[in-house]
Nanobody, 126 residues
Framework: QLQLVESGGGLVPPGGSLRLSCAPS????????IGWFRQAPGKEQEGLAC????????VYADSVKGRFTIFRDAAKTTVYLQMNEMKPEDTADYYC???????????????????WGQGTQVTVSL
């Protein structure tokens, strides 16, 4: 129950693009706010972006604003993180997380979330 699976990670050159997917299992995904987070070895976990369960309200960290976009598919079965203009410092393990929040609210604060995926690795390098 309340399982999340990330996919889409891999190797991308600087300036390139990558799209990550977050798919739910065992719960109604459309009722949950979804956040994307990342953690590089030896560094603190960083909240990147989130999307609310209703109206598609979003919040972005300053470090990715203008480069990354979070969105749901039309059926609200998957949440994506589109990453453009990628930089070497984007290299990290990326996680999605879900939490029941008010329908117009989301958060990039990790302690707001109880349900997490297993992570997918992203490496930005030539």
């Amino acid at each position: 129950q309340l399982q999340l699976v990330e996919s889409g990670g891999g190797l991308v050159p600087p300036g390139g693009s990558l799209r990550l997917s977050c798919a739910p299992s065992g719960f109604r995904f459309n009722s949950y706010a979804i956040g994307w987070f990342r953690q590089a070895p030896g560094k603190e976990q960083e909240g990147l972006a989130c999307i609310s369960s209703s109206e598609g309200s979003t919040v972005y960290a300053d470090s990715v604003k203008g480069r990354f976009t979070i969105f749901r598919d039309a059926a609200k079965t998957t949440v994506y993180l589109q990453m453009n203009e990628m930089k070497p410092e984007d290299t990290a393990d990326y996680y999605c997380a879900a939490e029941l929040l008010p329908p117009t609210r989301c958060s990039i604060y990790k302690d707001e979330y109880d349900y997490w995926g297993q992570g997918t690795q992203v490496t930005v390098s030539l």
